[in-house]
């Protein structure tokens, strides 16, 4: 559990945000949000609560909040496109989950771990999702017939009308200039120190993968100079 | 008045003392004065008739939902980044002339600028790993139109995500990474031309994803407030080798897929349409990144909706001659929750059965369910066969406008549709577009075997996609 002081200074960082001063402009308690929120149906969530906690300042609600609530969002916006106020309580959430990040609170970390391979591949390849992702054996609750037609996913992929998309494990094809200019946003804008504390594990694969790329673009570069050089 | 005789609860069921102009049968008194039930607060105007009809007048004006929020007050971002621009703070990548541009209406009546031609597909991760027929569709139909890839598009590798599928599942990001990401991709796309012989600007960016619309727009917002927030990513920027002069490039409009489908409808329905569509019964669900962030730049037409919904997806089938049905829950969410899709699986397909499938058959009995995202679309088709475990046996075929769209003037289901991704009963919709599936499903297999022996049928010279000529 957290001291009073620790819980006050997730706040801060919550309320620092530049963005929070247009996330939150006033509440009514109207509740159009909660009643529009997709989540509020089958979690112990409302929009509502997290928009009063922090209009109200109650810091310890806060801090208890952002420990499985604010997990909950779908972040599908319906609540700031309603609010009268012009609130976004689903901007608010993405705010709270940066800093609890930030903060290494367990839940993030928890809530995070089956996710993992989504930001590894987001993180390596600029691509949340590749087609051997979408695979019968990883989603057996989309049923037996995933895909109409039988054939190995090599092939299948072929079988598109575009160069780009003829990919197994990206969901196109990008460049590897491209791929490390990315890694270098990530460095710059502190996206592979949030990676860090999340899952330790994870960072360091991710960081071998980028070492790899890195190299792999060096050794190309030096191949063009060669080629000019001939 | 004192302020006790305001007091409701003290209902007058006899309507005594309503005051002038006998209550209305059905209208409730609340405590013996007033008008229809509003409180004795509620007093007879006794306006002439001419003064009462310009006072309605006056009021229906102010209660129009375009003007009901906060449009008049609001600030349109584009008019401040033409200042920055003019400080010679930012470059503005401009819709111009050569783009083909038309002109619709957004939520407050705003104008927006669609560029219809020179596009640079910024391709969604979501519809080319799982629903590639979105891209092909979209393709395809500029091949129709006789657009020369290289040319008047171009769908190139040098390009990433826009991210936000992730950051928006697990907060891992923040805004300065979202807004490196889309200024580079977007700078890309500026200076794309190039390597083709044309000038910067020449391909204008069209953005596949809806949740890449979203964002995109909502952080173009951030970095135009935010001087802080600029010069942090111009350094990225300048790193990376992505400045123009030394200035960031911002476009003068984000511009989505399904925009462009939506200005281009008429003349899809009325120069390639080959398929009657007017027995097929269409529901339509809008992506809610497409109208729900940054919501004063979605489309509104009067003639769509009545203009009180977002005009996109609903306009494209009303266009092709479909019968579009409404249903309740048109405004929800697909259920989609960006990290509740792939760890949270309960409430995603929870949800996508309850407030989207079970309703779009049992109130609309539609045929087709249309979309213009990608998550929206992977959560509705395929979460559909789990349903069953719950005594919840709903089926809809799902799709994207584009795809219904390219089905609708004569494209191959399986080699440009690409259903074959699909899990929904796509099947069940084709054959009553009196398109033979089976058949369609042979040709494709046939063809699969050529395309293992390396005999591949391409939309576009694939070598533009590395740079390479047309």
């Known amino acids: 559990m957290a001291t009073y002081a620790e819980m006050r200074e997730i706040y801060e960082d919550i309320r620092n945000d530049f963005r929070y001063d247009h996330e939150l402009n006033g509440c009514l308690n109207c509740g159009i949000c909660t ?14 609560e997290i928009v009063q906690l922090l209009w109200t300042e109650n810091v310890e609600q806060i801090y208890d909040a952002m420990q499985e609530k604010i997990w909950a969002c779908a972040q599908c916006m319906t609540c700031a496109a309603r609010c009268p106020f012009k609130n976004s309580p689903g901007g608010l959430i993405a705010i709270m989950r940066e800093v609890s990040i930030k903060h290494g609170m367990q839940s993030a970390k928890d ?7 989504v930001m590894l591949k987001l993180i390596t390849t600029g691509n949340q999702l590749s087609p051997d992702m979408i695979q019968p054996d990883h989603f057996p609750d989309w049923g037996p017939n995933i ?62 993968f980028i070492d790899e790329k890195r190299e792999d673009y060096n050794d190309w570069l030096e191949t063009q100079e060669d080629r000019k050089d001939d | 008045m004192k302020p006790t005789e305001q007091s409701p609860g003290n209902h007058n069921t006899s309507a005594q003392g309503a005051g002038a102009g006998t209550m209305k049968p059905g209208f409730h008194n609340t405590d013996g004065q007033g008008i229809a039930g509003h409180g004795s607060f509620f007093q007879p105007t006794n306006l002439s008739s001419a003064d009462a009809a310009k006072a309605t007048e006056w009021v229906r004006k ?96 040098d390009q990433t995500s826009c991210t936000a599928w992730n950051y928006h599942g697990s907060g891992i990001g923040n805004v300065e990474s979202l807004a490196a990401v889309f200024l580079r991709n977007f700078h890309q796309a500026y200076v794309s031309g190039k390597q083709h012989g044309f000038e910067l600007g020449h391909f204008y960016p069209l953005v596949h994803c809806g949740t890449s619309f979203g964002n995109y727009k909502e952080i173009r917002k951030y970095l135009i407030e935010s001087a802080e ?64 962030m940054v919501h004063e730049d979605a489309i509104y037409d009067a003639e769509t909706l009545n203009g009180n919904r977002t005009a996109i997806g609903t306009a494209i089938a009303e266009a092709l001659g479909a019968q579009v049905i409404d249903y309740s829950t048109w405004y929800d969410c697909c259920g989609f929750g960006f990290r509740h899709i792939i760890s949270e699986r309960e409430f995603t397909r929870s949800f996508t059965m309850d407030r989207k499938i079970k309703v779009a058959r049992q109130e609309a009995n539609a045929d087709v369910m249309i979309g213009n995202d990608t998550g ?6 395929k979460n559909q066969w789990i349903g ?83």
């Open chain 1, 35 to 48: 009643a529009t929120c997709p989540a509020a149906h089958f979690y112990d969530f409302s929009p509502r």
């Open chain 1, 111 to 117: 809530v995070l771990r089956p996710f993992g391979r």
């Open chain 1, 147 to 208: 895909q109409k037609v039988e054939g190995d996913l090599k092939t299948l992929r072929k079988a598109i009308p575009v160069r780009t998309l003829q990919t197994t494990d990206t969901a196109w094809e990008v460049s590897l200039k491209t791929s490390v200019e990315m890694y270098t946003i990530w460095e710059m804008t502190g996206v592979m120190d949030s990676l860090q504390i999340v899952d330790e594990n994870l960072f360091d694969v991710i960081e071998d």
């Open chain 2, 62 to 157: 102010q209660v129009d939902r375009r003007t009901l929020d906060l449009g008049e007050r609001m600030d349109d971002i584009r008019e401040h980044m033409w200042e920055l621009e003019k400080d010679g703070q930012i470059i503005v990548h401009r819709v111009g002339d050569e783009h083909e541009p038309k002109m619709v209406k957004t939520l407050f009546g705003w104008d927006k600028k669609i560029p219809t031609k020179q596009l640079w597909h910024h391709k969604s991760c979501g519809q080319c790993g799982n629903i590639p027929g979105y891209p092909t569709s979209l393709l395809w139909f500029m091949n129709k139109f006789g657009y020369e890839p290289g040319k008047d598009y171009l769908d190139e590798t």
């Open chain 2, 229 to 292: 927030l600029r010069e942090k990513v111009t350094k990225i920027l300048g790193k990376l080798g992505r400045l123009v002069d030394g200035k960031l490039v911002i476009p003068e409009e984000i511009v989505h897929y399904s925009e462009w489908v939506h200005v281009m409808r008429n003349r899809i329905a009325s120069e390639l349409q080959t398929i009657d569509m007017s027995n097929i019964r269409v529901t339509m669900h809008v992506a809610c990144h497409y109208y729900k």
């Open chain 2, 376 to 381: 929206c679309i992977t959560t509705m088709d």
């Open chain 2, 388 to 470: 069953k475990a719950h005594g919840q046996n709903y089926q809809v075929p799902i799709m994207a406008d584009v795809q219904l769209a390219a089905l609708a003037c004569g494209a191959d289901p399986f080699k440009i549709v690409q259903l074959q991704w699909h899990a929904s009963p796509c099947e069940e919709l084709v054959e009553k577009m009196g398109i033979d599936w089976n058949k369609a499903k042979g040709n494709f297999e046939k063809y699969l075997k050529e395309v293992e022996q390396g005999n591949i049928e391409y939309l576009y010279n694939p070598e533009l996609a590395l740079g390479g000529k047309a």
